[in-house]
């Protein structure tokens, strides 16, 4: 037998016969809407380092707060589409505009962080999804409580650590919400692949998902790319 002679269907490797069609076609439009806030948070993130907007740094952080609670406050319905994207719209830039701070502080350090940080998040959120949509219906649902628990350990490493001080507690911390941050890439897409087989098609809101464990990702990544940039600085 001839192991080099075969035929390869590469089709195949893309075909999710365990999703229906109609959730097929939600996943696009979610997709679609991710890559728009991704464009529109570039884009915020590069006003906000150019102008030097740092100093509204609170305000544009409350501003993405209120938005995000406006459009899950807003029903979901072809009266409401385009209300709620220009409203993921807003939320997508001042989203970005917030990262500014943390994007300077890398560029003071090394600028070669910021590409390194955004390609190994994309790497990793492609290859998490790719895991969540190839896996079996529901295999990754059970990851919900672990992945709560470990936020809630965070948030109590981060309240001790306001009184320890720790450098350690805190890279602890980074790497650990590292860690549930990627858990959450599966959890999500899973959860979004699960409601809209319920009938959920609100694609807008399950961007913001996908959305905020993305930046969530970069953001770790960026800390902890920084934090060793400086640790080899200070060694030489």
Not at 82 to 101: Q, S, Y
Not at 169 to 191: P, R, S, W
């Amino acid at each position: 037998m001839d192991i080099f002679n075969r035929n390869i269907n590469f089709d195949a490797l893309f075909k999710f016969s365990h999703i229906s069609a109609s959730t097929q076609q939600h996943l696009k439009k979610v997709y679609a809407s991710f890559a728009l806030c991704m464009f529109l948070a570039a884009a915020g993130a590069y006003l906000n380092v150019v102008t030097q907007l740092v100093q509204f740094g609170l305000l544009t952080g409350l501003g993405a707060l209120g938005l995000m609670i406006w459009l899950m406050a807003t029903p979901h319905s072809r009266e409401t589409e385009e209300k709620r994207l220009a409203i993921l719209a807003g939320f997508a830039f001042l989203t970005g505009v917030n990262l500014g701070p943390l994007l300077e502080m890398c560029i003071a350090i090394n600028p070669s962080i910021i590409p390194t940080a955004f390609l190994g998040t994309a790497v990793i959120f492609s290859c998490f999804s790719l895991s969540a949509l190839f896996a079996k219906r529901r295999a990754y649902l059970y990851l919900g409580g672990v992945l709560f628990s470990g936020l809630f350990l965070m948030l109590l490493f981060s309240l001790i650590n306001i009184f320890l001080g720790s450098t350690w507690l805190f890279t602890a911390n980074l790497y650990i919400g590292l860690m549930v941050m990627c858990g959450f890439v599966l959890f999500d897409t899973q959860l979004i692949i699960e409601k809209a087989e319920n009938g959920d098609k609100d694609y807008i809101w399950h961007c913001v998902d996908l959305f905020l464990d993305f930046v969530n990702i970069f953001r770790e990544l960026m800390v902890i790319l920084g934090m060793n940039e400086n640790k080899k600085k200070k060694e030489k």
